[in-house]
């Protein structure tokens, strides 16, 4: 799949607040997409990762992943329950030049960190 229709299909994800579905790394993922971008001139996206596996494993209710768009494989969308993530005071390193983005309303639920 090339580089643009990857970027056309994520756009419409974040847009429509849709499911993706994909392979990265020799791992099946399913991600909501919540920031599409470059950094360092690399499109990439970060996601809330709530099914399928990792090289680092997948904690229980999901976790932030930020993935390179070259390397993801077989895009899909999917409709189903919009996970919206936890914000816990950190900040994004993924995406330095945003392209599109969840809106506030549909993005993570924050959360203070615990001491």
Same mark, same amino acid.
């Given at each position: 799949?090339?580089?643009?229709?990857?970027?056309?299909?994520?756009?419409?994800?974040?847009?429509?607040?849709?499911?993706?579905?994909?392979?990265?790394?020799?791992?099946?993922?399913? /991600?909501?997409?919540? /920031?599409?971008?470059?950094?360092?001139?690399?499109?990439?996206?970060?996601?809330?990762? /709530?099914?399928?596996?990792?090289?680092?494993?997948?904690?229980?209710?999901?976790?932030?992943?930020?993935?390179?768009?070259?390397?993801?494989?077989?895009?899909?969308?999917?409709?189903?329950?919009?996970?919206?993530?936890?914000?816990?005071? /950190?900040?994004?390193?993924?995406?330095?030049?945003?392209?599109?983005?969840?809106?506030?309303?549909?993005?993570?639920?924050?959360?203070?960190?615990?001491?």
């Amino acid at each position: 799949m090339e580089l643009e229709r990857k970027i056309e299909l994520l756009r419409q994800a974040i847009a429509a607040r849709q499911q993706v579905i994909a392979r990265y790394d020799g791992h099946d993922r399913a /991600f909501c997409a919540h /920031f599409l971008g470059t950094h360092a001139g690399v499109w990439k996206v970060l996601g809330w990762q /709530f099914a399928g596996s990792s090289e680092k494993g997948l904690p229980r209710g999901g976790a932030w992943r930020c993935f390179e768009l070259a390397r993801l494989q077989g895009v899909l969308l999917h409709e189903g329950e919009w996970h919206r993530g936890v914000y816990e005071g /950190f900040a994004q390193h993924c995406v330095s030049e945003i392209d599109t983005a969840i809106d506030p309303a549909h993005g993570a639920i924050v959360r203070h960190r615990r001491k």
